[in-house]
């Protein structure tokens, strides 16, 4: 059996006419650039967070660096930011002329909150949290946390679409919360684009303006800006999308939850583990294990694709070599990046399939495998 990482042929069988029916729409308007469809997403995107706000861009990345530029970081700042997460979640610190300060993760690979006190200084503006792999990460505990050191929260949400701390939805917490589209995530476009959701009605305003070469009307420059918009295309389609998202997701959680159980004490497994008060969306179904390379050519071997995010975590990056980090400085880091594997996750993974998998799993670590350890969930 072939076992993709993730199959994005399946979503499109399953809603062909009505995707292309979206993207034909656009094309009989010739509505390409900005118009009533990239307004009909910011408005169901906003609605569906529970947010005032919803500016669309070009990209993930665009997001948090038009956001943190707004909010008037540049050189001579510092960004608390978590040490495992995609390199857009720090680059775009450095773009601004910020620097980008790195905290261990947590049991969950989440940003350690206990950490954060520690790294602070006077010139510390703002924390961006990751809710990493689809769990929220503790948003509450973070808002506080910011409030008391009058620092900007901004949530990077690429990989949480809709996921929820108590109840409340990721990118609700700060002043700002930055999405994604890219092809692969929850709710994905036919390339790239990417969004911000904020309460805050100035800071909407200027993310609009510098997002759209500093402009709110055509040829009123207020100043100098980026062009980071979506496009009319994939507003269209991302609005055909949308209501489907909350289906992907329990799909997700039925693929996590069969995993689950099928994976339980298996060798020395660690299993997803989610916290109290967190929804996980499952954009990624990360394990962990000290045969991680060989478990991953022992699945290829069988047919079966995986994934590591991420082999680096950032503070090992040559891109931070300057910043002259160790492994002691991030552990957990470091361990993880040694040892996760992310097993095929989406929506329309069949039971056989996932059953699949996990035989394959089992056949490795029942192959001269260490000793089971009990598995922490
Ligand atoms: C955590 C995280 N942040 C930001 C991004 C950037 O998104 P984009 O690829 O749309 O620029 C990604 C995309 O993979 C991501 O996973």
Redesign the pocket.
């Known amino acids: 059996m072939r076992v993709p990482f993730v199959d994005l042929l399946a979503q499109y069988h399953s809603h062909r006419d009505e995707f292309d029916g979206a993207l034909r729409a656009v094309i009989e308007r010739s509505a390409f650039i900005g118009g009533e469809f990239v307004r009909n997403f910011e408005r169901d995107f906003a609605a569906a967070n529970g947010v005032k706000h919803c500016i669309a861009c070009g990209?993930?990345?665009?997001a948090?660096y038009i956001v943190l530029r707004m909010l008037g970081i540049g050189p001579g700042d510092e960004v608390i930011t978590t040490a495992t997460?995609?390199i857009?979640?720090a680059e775009t610190i450095g773009q601004t002329g910020a620097r980008p300060v790195f905290v261990d993760v947590d049991d969950h690979y989440l940003i350690d909150l206990e950490q954060i006190e520690g790294r602070l200084t006077p010139r510390t503006k703002a924390i961006i949290p990751?809710h990493?792999y689809g769990q929220a990460a503790p948003a509450w505990d973070l808002s506080e946390l910011c409030g008391k050191h009058g620092l900007k929260l901004i949530e990077?949400c690429?990989?949480a679409h809709f996921a929820e701390w108590h109840g409340r939805k990721v990118g609700t917490f700060g002043i700002a919360g930055?999405f994604?589209?890219?092809p692969g995530k929850n709710l994905g476009a036919w390339g790239?684009?990417?969004a911000i959701v904020t309460d805050d009605a100035d800071v909407a305003c200027r993310c609009r303006m510098y997002a759209n070469h500093g402009a709110l009307v055509k040829h009123q420059h207020e100043m100098e800006g980026i062009n980071s918009r979506m496009d009319a295309l994939h507003a269209s389609l991302l609005c055909a999308k949308l209501k489907y998202v909350p289906t992907w997701t329990a799909e997700r959680r039925r693929v996590a939850a069969r995993y689950n159980e099928l994976l339980e004490g298996v060798g020395d497994l660690v299993l997803p583990r989610v916290r109290a008060g967190a929804s996980h969306v499952y954009h990624l179904y990360v394990v962990r294990t000290e045969r991680r390379d060989a478990l991953k050519q022992f699945l290829a071997e069988r047919g079966v694709d995986t994934a590591i995010h991420y082999p680096t975590a950032l503070p090992f990056l040559n891109a931070y070599r300057h910043l002259n980090h160790t492994e002691r400085d991030f552990p957990r880091a470091y361990r993880n990046q040694c040892q996760v594997l992310s097993l095929p996750m989406f929506a329309e993974l069949d039971d056989s399939a996932v059953q699949y998998v996990c035989e394959a799993i089992k056949e490795f670590f029942s192959r001269g495998s260490p000793p089971a350890k009990a598995t922490t969930r």
């Open positions: 990209n993930g990345t665009d948090i997460s995609w857009s979640t990751v990493l990077d690429a990989q930055s994604s589209f890219y790239d684009a990417g």
